[in-house]
T-cell receptor
């Protein structure tokens, strides 16, 4: 079983809709959770971090963490074509840092 | 301040040659990571440095790969006797010691002919 699992997609949503990206992880001792956005041909860019159960909002982005169920999600409200990218979930506990393989999101104008 | 920088941005080499890839982390970031990303794939962890501690080399795929970090700052990833399967983008990231948020450099695209 992989440490971090994501649906590879592709996920397509119309412009203005809510995009929902999900990630599950296997290590119950994981402490920190991150979402990165990666445009084609570019390096990953940190967009959200979350450390405790519940929701964390930053602009159009909301990260949700449920440690009991071992999942973390990212909601993108009012999706824009510029949000089209691959979204990587990352989980860490101590020195180990695990990335999922990413979910490809396409926002259709 | 400046972000993570990597050089060269692109490297084309012949099979069997050695290559060195350089990473200059964000000033003050004591943690430094190397990853490899093949086309359309996720990030593959290679090695992790934290301050003066012994590096975590558990992700290095073979003994042809090595890395060092001088003075707790700049790091060099060396690949000896390159193979075609080494072709990938090599990404470096750094983070502050108490915060695990990693910031990535632009990467080095390595092509082994």
């Amino acid at each position: 079983q992989k440490e971090v699992e994501q649906n590879s997609g592709p996920l397509s949503v119309p412009e203005g809709a809510i995009a929902s990206l999900n990630c599950t992880y296997s290590d119950r001792g994981s402490q920190s959770f991150f979402w990165y956005r990666q445009y084609s041909g570019k390096s990953p860019e940190l967009i959200m971090s979350i450390y405790s159960n519940g929701d964390k909002e930053d602009g159009r982005f909301t990260a949700q963490l449920n440690k009991a169920s071992q999942y973390v999600s990212l909601l993108i409200r009012d999706s824009q074509p510029s949000d089209s990218a691959t979204y990587l979930c990352a989980v860490t506990g101590g020195n180990q840092f695990y990335f999922g393989t990413g979910t490809s999101l396409t926002v259709i104008p | 301040g400046a972000g993570v920088s990597q050089s060269p941005s692109n490297k084309v080499t012949e099979k069997g040659k050695d290559v060195e890839l350089r990473c200059d982390p964000i000033s003050g970031h004591t943690a430094l990571y190397w990853y490899r990303q093949s086309l359309g794939q996720g990030l593959e962890f290679l090695i992790y440095f934290q301050g003066n501690s012994a590096p975590d080399k558990s992700g290095l795929p073979s003994d042809r790969f090595s890395a060092e970090r001088t003075g707790g700052s700049v790091s060099t990833l060396t690949i000896q006797r390159t193979q075609q399967e080494d072709s990938a983008v090599y990404l470096c990231a750094s983070s502050q010691p108490s915060v695990n948020e990693q910031f990535f450099g632009p990467g080095t695209r390595l092509t082994v002919l």
